[in-house]
Structures are given as structure tokens and as C-alpha cells.
């Protein structure tokens, strides 16, 4: 939306905004999202219980109606239908940018077929807030959103990650953070650096760095450090400078053999104190060499 053109003379044309929110401090919100949110004709928010604070907080009084992940697709058509009777609608989340790891992909396909106008403003969003104070690379990175709360199903998401060269950036829950910090422990090699951003620009953020053990031993000895939202960042896997031909026969078949009684990461511990090796180097060698 240009600053010449406002959301009421857009309504010929019928436009979706897309409105990010504050993720924690209320003044994170630019002046151009509160005018959007204001001049619109209705709000669609994933929670409107949850957003109407925010919307008073803010002065805004424009009537909303509920859009998430169990309604999207009754509610598709519907919306289709206001946004080509030339009524223009915001499109928000409980926190930070929509779509992200929220609901909305539907309604704005639908739009983009349609060729119904969809403008998205830039705002707040946790992924980049976390990257930008985490001290990792941030050149290259892919963003998992959750993972499976399955135990078995996160461990093989896990198993097939740990070789990714990118940064990994997952949303993680309070009550799961600890099982999930032991799979990496587990299934990454250990030297492996994490972050865990907590509480994005509330009172508490907190930005935590070490090892998966050594963040799962600083949580476990600081309940207070398993609460709030979380984003949980994984350093990119760095390619070992031995290659699995400079590793000798008789080190792959003793690490073969203890592998199938033992975790890999302690077979690994294990050959490199017998044979003198990198540890690294062999775990990584069986990641990618043996069926686990």
C-alpha cells in the first residue's frame, strides 16, 4: 500500500493484508500495520481471544472473525467471495508474522489463483529475531518449524538432519525441549554448537549457547529456563576432513560391530580410544555408512 493510496480506496479491487504482530513486546508493531488494521473491514485471526487485547490495546476497532487451522477450508470460499466484493481483510496470527508455522497458505493460493491482491508487511517474526542474535551462521539456513512430538518420529527427523550444512532453526514447546535437546545429544556429533532463544523481546529473553549436553544439563538444573517459547538454533554439520577411505577397514568393522550393541555415538567413543582416532570422524563415517 503506497503512502498516496489507503485501504479504503484499495476496496474497489478487493485486497488481503497480511499483518504481522508484535511476539512478545507491544511495541514492535509498525504505524503502517496499525493503520492497515484499522482501515480494513474485518480481521482474520487465528485466536480472536487471544487477539482482541492486543486490538485494544492498539485502538482498533475493527470487527474480526476467527481463521485457523481446523476452519481454513470452510471458511476459503467465504473470504474469497468478501475480497472480490471489493472488501478488503488483514490476515493475523496470535504472534508475529502469519504463515509462519500458522495457518493462512490456503486462503492466500486461493487469492494468488484468484488474482485476488495479497500484500504482505514486513513485521516481527521469531525465526529472524532469534538468527539475527544468535551468533550462528546466517548465510544459509533452513527454518523445520516443529518437531514431531513422537519420540520415534522426532529421533528420524533428527537422524536425517544431522548432516544438513545450513543452520537448522526449529520452534520447540516447554515440555518437550528436554526430550528433544537428549535427541540431539544423541543423534548429533557432540561438539555440535546450539542456541536456545527464549522469550523473544519480553522481560526474560534469554539466549542460551553450548552443546545440546550442555544446554540439557543448564535446563535441567534451571527449571525456570524450560518456560516460555523457544526457537532452538543447530550450528550447520562441518564435513570431517577424513574421508571414509582414510579410515581403516579394520575401524570400520570394529565400529560396524559395536553399533549394533551400542549407540552410535559410543561406539564411536569407544573405537576412537582404541584405535587413536578423531571420534568425530567415525561417528560421522557411520552416520552416513551404517543403518541405524
Known amino acids: 500500500m503506497s503512502a498516496s493510496m489507503t485501504v479504503k480506496e484499495a476496496q474497489s479491487s478487493g485486497v488481503l493484508y497480511i499483518v504481522p504482530t508484535p511476539i512478545g513486546n507491544l511495541t514492535d508493531i509498525s504505524e503502517r500495520a496499525i493503520s492497515t488494521l484499522q482501515q480494513v473491514d474485518a480481521i ?87 538468527l539475527s542474535g544468535a551468533g550462528l551462521a546466517t548465510d544459509r539456513f533452513t527454518f523445520e518449524g516443529f518437531l514431531a512430538a513422537k519420540p520415534q518420529q522426532r529421533k528420524k527427523q533428527l537422524r536425517e538432519l544431522s548432516q544438513e550444512q545450513r543452520t537448522l532453526v526449529f520452534y520447540e514447546s516447554p515440555h518437550r525441549i528436554l526430550h528433544t535437546l537428549a535427541d540431539i545429544d544423541s543423534d548429533f556429533d557432540s561438539e555440535r554448537p546450539l542456541v536456545l532463544a527464549r522469550e523473544l523481546t519480553k522481560q526474560f529473553e534469554t539466549y542460551l549457547h553450548g552443546t545440546a549436553s550442555e544446554l540439557l544439563a543448564r535446563l535441567q538444573s534451571d527449571p525456570n529456563q524450560q518456560r516460555g517459547e523457544m526457537v532452538l538454533m543447530i550450528s550447520g554439520y562441518k564435513p570431517a576432513t577424513d574421508s571414509a577411505g582414510e579410515i581403516p577397514v579394520r575401524v570400520q568393522q570394529a565400529l560396524k560391530l559395536l553399533s549394533e550393541e551400542l549407540p552410535l555415538k559410543r561406539a564411536a567413543a569407544i573405537c576412537a580410544t582404541l584405535f587413536e582416532a578423531r571420534k568425530n570422524s567415525l561417528y560421522q563415517w557411520g552416520l552416513k555408512n551404517l543403518n541405524k
Open 44 to 130: 482474520a485471526a487465528e485466536d480472536t481471544r487471544h487477539s482482541r487485547p492486543l486490538m485494544q490495546h492498539l485502538g482498533v476497532k475493527t470487527k474480526m472473525f476467527a481463521l485457523h487451522e481446523h476452519n481454513e477450508g470452510q471458511q476459503l470460499q467465504t473470504i474469497v467471495q468478501q475480497l472480490e466484493q471489493g472488501q478488503s481483510l488483514a490476515l493475523i496470527s496470535d504472534a508475529g508474522t502469519p504463515l509462519i508455522s500458522d495457518p493462512g497458505y490456503l486462503i492466500v493460493r486461493e487469492c494468488r489463483q484468484q488474482g485476488i491482491k495479497v500484500v504482505a508487511l514486513p513485521g516481527a517474526c521469531a525465526i529472524t529475531t532469534a
